[in-house]
């Protein structure tokens, strides 16, 4: 089953992870790093007895992969859960370089924090995506509805939402956009609307740019 909570660690299980003085000095340059700390998370919380408060069961399911290319370097995480495997967005590991000053602890934390908000925000849209299909086979199966049957009203909330962005001024508008077409589609759109001074040429650079995976 999904996470009923998101992913998280209590102070009492980062002072056991810390504690050890072969971490004293750890920064992280590398995926092979981050494997390293994960593994460390394993062996001090992955496997302490079923009622421990201590116990992180869900580390025993994630896995570290590299995912440098075009001179970034950058590492993801993927946690499987119920046979269903989902990632992190890219994690850049010059995001570590002023926390890398500090080795150690501060380290440690930076990273992992970085990992568990990833997870929780795939996790998240897991569920999403399940609860869609969970209503969309109970609407379809069970109440006989159509896809017709819901165009007014999905047409009306999408007005709605419309609105409440639109009054949010810009940032709400541009926060909107890189959320539905990712940052380089939406810095087409802006830039098509500065050119062409025209909505129209803008709509026609937010229907054409591909949606972000």
Known sequence: MFPAAPLALTEEQWKLLTKPREFDQFTVSGADDVDLLLGH??????YLPAEHPLLFPPIRDMAVYDA???GGRAFVVAITVDAVTVTTERIHLD???????????PVMRAVLTQILHGLNQAL???????????????AEQHLGLTAEALEET??????????TVTQGGLAAQIDYLIRHLGVDNTRRVLE???LGRSTAVAADAFTAAPQPA
């Open 192 to 194: 098509a609307l500065h």
């Open 154 to 163: 999905v047409h009306d909330t999408a007005v709605d939402h419309a609105l």
């Open 95 to 105: 995001g570590f370089a002023d926390v890398n000053r500090t080795p150690g602890a």
């Open 124 to 138: 998240a849209g897991l569920a999403r995506w399940a609860a869609g299909c969970s209503l969309a086979t109970y």
């Open 41 to 46: 998370v394993l062996d001090t919380l992955g």
């Open 68 to 70: 440098t290319h075009g």
